[in-house]
């Protein structure tokens, strides 16, 4: 059985950091693509980072500069530090895992909840 737990999530300041964790089971984690997506209310859901099995990453324009995608692969780990927070970072923050290989098959978690707030 697949699961993806996510972790470290929470209230912050703006200007805080968060280091958010997704921990793995079930799938040979070095052959998925690995990535986070947000979802704040009433918006449709967003790519925030991805990093794929070979170890390169992206993120989208809003983030850049402040969050920065890592995995572990002894730990079966991808992880989101998040630097410099603001309230607009705020959503429900999700992992997902999408096969490298075919058959496609993709993973999700069942979120983690960040709220920038003073």
């Known amino acids: 059985q697949v699961q993806l737990v996510e972790s470290g999530g929470g209230l912050v300041q703006p200007g805080g950091s968060l280091r958010l964790s997704c921990a793995a089971s079930g799938i040979t984690f070095s052959n998925y693509h690995m990535g986070w997506y947000r979802q704040a209310p009433g918006k449709q859901r967003e790519l925030v980072a991805a990093i794929n099995s070979g170890g390169s990453s992206n993120s989208a324009d809003s983030v850049k500069g402040r969050f920065t995608i890592s995995g572990d692969n002894a730990k079966n780990t991808v992880y989101l530090q998040m630097n410099n927070l603001k309230p607009e970072d705020t959503a429900v923050y999700y992992c997902?895992?999408?096969?490298?290989?075919?058959?496609?098959?993709?993973?999700w978690g069942q979120g983690t909840q960040v709220t920038v707030s003073s």
């Open positions: 997902y895992a999408l096969s490298a290989r075919v058959p496609v098959t993709s993973y």
